[in-house]
C-alpha cells in the first residue's frame, strides 16, 4: 500500500498540476528576478526555477511554472527587457515546469523541448495541448538568438527521460533542470524513465564540464555553484550505500524505511521527498 501511494504521489508530481493547496495562493506568489550576467536572469516563484536570455532579437526563457502564474511571470520579463519572448525551452515534463506552456505558446512563443517530453505531455489528458513543444530535437541542439544561441543537452535516464541542461551564451550559466534540487532529496521518477545511476552519472558528466565559478541555475532551490552540486551526488552515493547495505542483510522495503537513514541526512526532507520516500526510491 505504502509503495502505491507513493506511486500516485509520484504520478501527480509528474503530471504536475498544481494542488489546490497551491492554486488557492496563486494570487499570493512574487516573481523575484536575480540578475547572473549582463543577458542572463534567474526567475523564481512556484514550481521549477525560470531562466531567462535577453538576446538582441527576443527573449529566451527556460521552464514555466504554472499556467495561473504566466500573467506574473510576462510581466516580470518584461521589467528586464522590451524584447518579445521568442522561445521556451522545458527542461523535462513535470507540471511545476510546463503547466505554464500554455498561455505562453497562445502568444507565439515556440515551445522547445526534448522529444520525450512531447510524448508524455501528449499522452497526458489534463495537459493544455495548446502547450505542447513545437520544437523536438534527439541529442542536441543550439537554439539561436541574435548572434548567439544557447545550448542545449540531453541526458537520458536521470530525473526522467527527458533532461535538457542549457548552457547560456557568453555567460559562464547553466540550467541544470531537475538534476538539481539544492540540500534536499532528489525526486527521481522511475515511473517516467528516472533511475539513480544514471542520475548520478548525468550530474557528473555536466560537473566535468563546468568550473568552479560556474553559476547553476538548480530545478529547485538558491543559485548554486559547483561545490553543491558535488554535495548532493555525494548524498546520494552515500544513502545508497546505506540503503543497499540493509537490503543485503536481508531488510524489507518497509523494514529499512523503519530502520531510517544516518542522522547526518535528516535535514535532507522536505515536503514532496522525505526520508522515506527517498529510501523507497534508492530501495527500488
Known amino acids: 500500500m505504502r509503495g502505491l501511494k507513493f506511486g500516485l504521489i509520484s504520478l501527480l508530481f509528474c503530471f504536475g498540476m498544481a494542488s489546490a493547496h497551491a492554486q488557492a ?9 536575480t540578475q547572473l550576467s549582463d543577458r542572463v536572469y534567474m526567475l523564481t516563484g512556484m514550481g521549477g526555477n525560470i531562466g531567462v536570455y535577453v538576446g538582441e532579437d527576443g527573449v529566451v ?26 522561445s521556451l525551452i522545458n527542461t523535462h515534463f513535470h507540471g511545476d515546469h510546463t503547466d505554464g506552456n500554455a ?33 523536438t530535437f534527439d541529442n542536441r541542439l543550439e537554439v539561436a538568438s541574435g548572434a548567439a544561441s544557447l545550448k542545449l543537452q ?10 535538457v541542461v542549457v548552457w547560456f551564451p557568453n555567460a559562464n550559466v547553466i540550467h541544470a533542470g531537475d ?3 539544492v540540500d534536499r532529496f532528489p525526486f527521481i521518477d522511475l515511473n517516467a ?22 553559476q547553476i541555475i538548480p530545478g529547485h532551490g538558491t543559485l548554486s555553484k559547483r561545490s553543491d552540486w558535488l554535495r548532493l551526488v555525494h548524498m546520494i552515493e ?37 526520508e522515506e520516500r527517498w529510501i523507497r526510491t534508492l530501495y527500488k
Open 154 to 163: 540531453h541526458y537520458p535516464a536521470g530525473h526522467t527521460d527527458g533532461d
Open 238 to 274: 552515500a544513502t545508497r550505500e546505506e540503503v543497499m547495505t540493509m537490503k543485503e542483510q536481508g531488510l524489507t522495503e518497509d523494514q529499512a524505511v523503519e530502520q531510517g537513514l544516518s542522522a547526518q541526512w535528516k535535514d535532507w526532507s522536505w515536503s514532496f521527498i522525505n
Open 25 to 33: 495562493n496563486m494570487d499570493d506568489v512574487e516573481i523575484k528576478a
Open 61 to 86: 526563457m527556460v521552464d514555466a511554472q504554472y499556467k495561473g502564474l504566466a500573467d506574473k511571470i510576462m510581466a516580470a520579463i518584461a521589467e528586464l527587457s522590451d524584447q518579445p519572448i521568442k
Open 103 to 135: 498561455p505562453f505558446a497562445r502568444k507565439g512563443v515556440r515551445v522547445i523541448a526534448h522529444e520525450n517530453v512531447k510524448t508524455r505531455l501528449a499522452a497526458n489528458e489534463k495537459f493544455d495541448q495548446d502547450g505542447l513543444p513545437t520544437v
Open 193 to 214: 524513465g528516472g533511475n539513480v545511476q544514471g542520475y548520478i552519472d548525468n550530474v557528473r558528466a555536466v560537473i566535468d564540464s563546468i568550473d568552479g565559478e560556474t
Open 179 to 181: 538534476l538539481f534540487f
